[in-house]
Structure formats: C-alpha cells, structure tokens
C-alpha cells in the first residue's frame, strides 16, 4: 500500500494516488499544487520525517473552489428575552 501523510492548513491528511479530498483555500486557482510538507511515506518501506521528510513531495491537481456548509450562531441572554440569530 503506497501513501502518504501531508500538512497544510494547520491539519493533516492520510492522501493515495487518486484520492479526492477537500481541503482550505489555498489561495491559488491554477490547475496545479505542490506540497512539500509531507511527513510520512509509505512505498514499500516507511520514511518518517522529523518534522518532515527530505526530497519528498506531493503533487495534487485542483478540481474546483466551494464553500462550506453555512453555520448558524444562535446568541442568548437568560431572563431578559433577548436572543440574536445569525447564519
């Protein structure tokens, strides 16, 4: 089993060749990413970075840009019938 174990944007994410997955705005709209702060690799035999693993990196390819779900914040003061919704 070949994978890898990446960061960016404050987490990290188990990734395989043809993996989909959604991560931050990356600030960026072109087709193409690079990420170089890869901590693991698993090819056959396992190369654990400290914190990260030289040479190594992961090329992923952007599919599209999309927002979250929206959140609702609710806000509320007891006894005085006061409350403020927001979302």
């Known amino acids: 089993m070949t994978f890898a174990v990446i960061k960016t944007g404050g987490k990290q994410y188990k990734v395989s060749e043809g993996d989909v997955l959604m991560v931050e705005k990356l600030g960026r709209n072109d087709g193409e990413v690079v990420f170089e702060e890869v901590l693991l690799v698993v090819n056959g035999e396992v190369?654990?970075?400290?914190?990260?693993?030289?040479?190594?990196?992961?090329?992923?390819?952007?599919?599209?840009?999309?927002?979250?779900?929206?959140?609702?914040?609710?806000?509320?003061?007891?006894?005085?019938?006061?409350?403020?919704?927001?979302?």
Do not use: C, D
């Open 47 to 87: 190369k654990v970075g400290k914190p990260i693993v030289s040479g190594a990196k992961v090329t992923a390819k952007i599919l599209e840009e999309g927002k979250g779900k929206k959140k609702m914040v609710f806000r509320y003061k007891s006894k005085t019938r006061q409350h403020k919704k927001k979302g």
